[in-house]
């Protein structure tokens, strides 16, 4: 890619267009810089993103259509001339991928996920579905209907699998809605009942493979890997279905090659973010899902040695990439990393230990009012909560 190595004419804007949620706060932390100004866009009033020393200014949208928030980002456009569009959400990487042409005339717009390559993380079934076309490595799935009804679709396959097993939603994110049962008779009872089940979704029922879990972050041109990190989570846990909290970056040869062949063969632009099971037992390597978006790594991504934000920023101006020097090494989310510190990492009572280099308590120390607010938020729910 050809251009200018760095950034230096003049302050570039970045507007991220999703800040509802805290992914845009740790993409502002990677693309803190003098010469980066990072836009706030959100539907919402009041976010933790409002509270960040990252941002230059934190603007409120109430919109109730695509359409209207391409509208909006037109006329603040016109006030603040941002440079580049980074989504953080599966929402804004949506977003962007249906008005690309329209953005494309008034900013510049990384490489992003086209519209068939997002529907493989709004719906899971769709992606196993083409994952078996496409030859990856899969734990076997069936699908049982809808959770707004109590019919359950093929019962007889259900009972011809290996238990325990995983009853998964196709659609939402970090874990929820997920549900082990231990036999078929559990798949019905917990069927019937709608405990732990999101209402109104599709569900699939996946053998339950013991093991660990690896996911693999990517920036890519055409089906072409250009950047990769790969993490392994280090608190394995039979109940917790959501997010890594303390990983491992790592070399994982096999992983690499999975990814490598499924990001060709679906000419994958943009971000992607695969999610893996190893099984402990034979060693073998399962695809989970795959994801268009940014994860709730990319801190941990960053002191991998990879800014993947930064990546995204140097495509969308046509300028050189960062230059990127993967270098394994542990990280811990902020909570994770106090739990950690206090020897306290429910259920986990092991001690782990987290250097100051490998927390993400480096990044809040410097942008702490996020945090700050959430943990008031917390303490002031409990303590209603213990009223009552």
């Known amino acids: 890619m050809k251009g200018k190595p760095t950034i230096k004419k003049r ?23 003098p010469d980066i100004k990072v836009y706030f866009l959100s539907r919402n009033r009041h976010s933790v993103a409002q509270h960040s020393n990252c941002k230059v200014k934190y603007m409120n949208l109430n919109y109730t259509c695509y359409s209207e928030l391409l509208d909006g980002i037109k006329g603040l456009h016109t006030q603040h001339s941002f440079d580049v569009i980074l989504p953080a959400t599966l929402s804004g990487v949506e977003f962007i991928a249906r008005y690309k042409k329209e953005l494309e005339k008034i900013i510049k717009v990384p490489a992003n996920p086209v519209a ?39 019962k007889n396959r259900v009972k011809k699998m290996r238990f325990p097993v995983l009853i998964k939603p196709v659609s939402g994110k970090g874990g929820w809605g997920i549900v082990k049962a231990c036999g078929y008779d559990e798949v019905i009872r917990i069927w019937e009942s709608k405990k732990g089940l999101i209402r109104h979704t599709g569900y699939f029922v996946q053998e339950y493979v013991p093991g660990n879990d690896y996911s693999m ?22 109940t917790h279905y959501g997010p890594q909290r303390i990983m491992d970056f790592v070399h994982h040869d096999e992983i690499y090659g999975i990814s490598r062949m499924l990001l060709k063969k679906l000419g994958w632009n943009g971000i992607a973010c695969i999610d893996f099971r190893i099984d402990k037992k034979s060693g073998k390597c ?49 909570a994770a990393s106090v739990r950690a510190l206090s020897g306290v990492l429910k259920p986990h ?6 250097g100051w280099h490998e927390s993400g308590l480096q990044y809040t120390l410097m942008d702490p009012m996020p945090e700050i607010i959430e943990l008031f938020n917390h303490l002031s729910k409990t303590m209603l909560l213990a009223k009552k």
């Open 217 to 238: 972050s990517v920036f890519c041109k055409k089906g072409e890997i250009i950047v990769s990190s790969i993490q392994e989570s280090v608190l394995g846990n039979d």
């Open 116 to 154: 068939q390559q997002i529907l493989l993380e709004k719906n899971k079934w769709d992606f196993i579905f083409s994952g078996n076309l496409l030859h990856a490595p899969l734990i076997p799935s069936v699908f049982i209907g809808n959770s707004a009804k109590n019919e359950i679709h093929n």
């Open 286 to 334: 399962f695809v989970l899902e795959i994801n268009c978006r940014l994860g709730q790594a990319v801190l941990g991504s960053l002191c991998a040695g990879i800014n993947f934000p930064r990546i995204l920023l140097h495509d969308a101006l046509n300028i050189d990439l960062p230059k990127c020097e993967y270098k394994p090494c542990r990280y811990a989310h902020p």
């Open 11 to 33: 302050k570039v804007g970045v507007l991220i267009p999703d800040a509802e949620e805290w992914t845009a706060v740790k993409i502002a932390r990677c693309l803190r810089h």
């Open 349 to 354: 009572t092991q001690k782990i230990k987290i």
